[in-house]
Nanobody, 126 residues
Framework: QLQLVESGGGLVQPGGSLRLSCAAS????????IGWFRQAPGKEREGVSC????????NYADSVKGRFTISRDNAKNTVYLQMNSLKPEDTANYYC???????????????????WGQGTQVTVSS
């Protein structure tokens, strides 16, 4: 069974850091682009960051550039999202997704992704 499982969410104060993990089971992530998305209550799901299957290309939403870093460890079949300098507006449920298009690009649109995790909640509050 193909599955993505996110972990690492939680409650953090503004300015703090969290590292989210996206672990795959039932398939290898080597040939998949991976995206991180988030959705806050009453808002549409938005792309946060993505990394190409090759690992050589990454993209970030303007709102997180310079604060978030995406990386992948194919040996562990896991992708990470390091989130620093967190702000209250980063509060959302965060999802990872795998896109089977592979290659050297990644996309920020949810429609480009085939498999989704259940999400992990991130709350930034004092």
């Amino acid at each position: 069974q193909l599955q993505l499982v996110e972990s690492g969410g939680g409650l953090v104060q503004p300015g703090g850091s969290l590292r989210l993990s996206c672990a795959a089971s039932g398939f290898t992530l080597d040939y998949y682009a991976i995206g991180w998305f988030r959705q806050a209550p009453g808002k549409e799901r938005e792309g946060v960051s993505c990394i190409s299957a090759s690992g050589g290309s990454t993209n970030y939403a303007d709102s997180v550039k310079g604060r978030f870093t995406i990386s992948r460890d194919n040996a562990k079949n896991t992708v990470y999202l390091q989130m620093n300098s967190l702000k209250p507006e980063d509060t959302a449920n965060y999802y990872c997704a795998a896109g089977s298009y592979g290659g050297f690009v990644c996309y920020s649109h949810p429609g480009e992704y085939d498999y989704w995790g259940q999400g992990t909640q991130v709350t930034v509050s004092s």
